[in-house]
């Protein structure tokens, strides 16, 4: 069974490295960021399972953050559990409002985190745990995070197991370039539209020996579509 992934984002180093050594000795997978910026480039490559996310940042607060990512469809199913010094009863409001899960204050055990974090997981999970997303003979399991082609487990990247869950989750529609970097990448990440193609190339080169690639269509000046009609 895969560790669950942990993304901190704490903009105080020593907090960071404390929490991350409690969350590695409880069996988790950790990721460290110091501010929203750098998580969303983290958030890019792969979806935690779970954001650990501070009040105070730098240039984005951790509500503004939080905020943000609640409103995107790609993000808005992340648990997240707010890590503050602000102890009064408005301000735990204030931040279970942004669309924090949890709220735990500054100084907390590490034994009461792991704890929440259990806690926000078994609560968050079932609808995923059983989903699986099939077109012919190619199956996507999204709690094992897993592709596969038959009985064949395909070795595929994070932002093409993204596009490919994305495809799969809306088959038959045309999204542009533009619509599929809100949708996978994120409206707060900065790439190029030529990105999608690479990305797309990359994923129809791991279908195309089981002859999947054929699924992933060019609409000539419109975008792509994943579609079993050819």
């Known amino acids: 069974m895969n560790a669950k992934r942990i993304l901190i984002v704490e903009d105080e180093q ?44 730098p240039g984005m607060s951790g509500i503004d953050y939080a905020r943000r990512l609640k409103k995107e469809e790609l993000t808005r199913e992340i648990p997240i559990i707010m890590l503050t010094a602000r102890a009064e009863e408005e301000d735990k409001v204030h931040g279970l409002e942004s669309g924090a899960d949890d709220y735990i204050t500054k100084p907390f055990s590490p034994r009461e985190l792991v704890a929440r974090i259990k806690a926000v997981l078994r609560r968050g999970g079932p609808a995923a745990e059983t989903e699986i997303l099939q077109a012919n003979s190619l199956i996507l399991d999204i709690a094992c995070h897993r592709v596969c082609a038959g009985d064949t487990t395909l070795e595929i990247g994070p932002t093409e197991y993204r596009l490919l869950e994305f495809f799969m989750s809306h088959p038959e529609r045309v999204y542009s370039r533009s619509q599929l970097l809100d949708r996978v990448w994120g409206s707060n990440v900065y790439v190029e539209e030529r990105t999608v193609d690479v990305h797309i190339r990359r994923l129809r080169k791991t279908l195309e020996p089981y002859g999947h690639d054929v699924l992933i269509q060019t609409v000539r000046g419109a975008g792509y579509r994943f579609s079993l009609r050819t």
């Open 14 to 57: 020593p907090i960071r490295e404390l929490i991350g050594f409690a969350m590695g000795n409880a069996g988790y997978e950790i990721q460290e960021a110091a501010d929203a910026r750098e998580a969303q480039n983290m958030i890019a490559n792969g979806l935690p399972d779970l954001i650990l996310l501070d009040w105070m940042l």
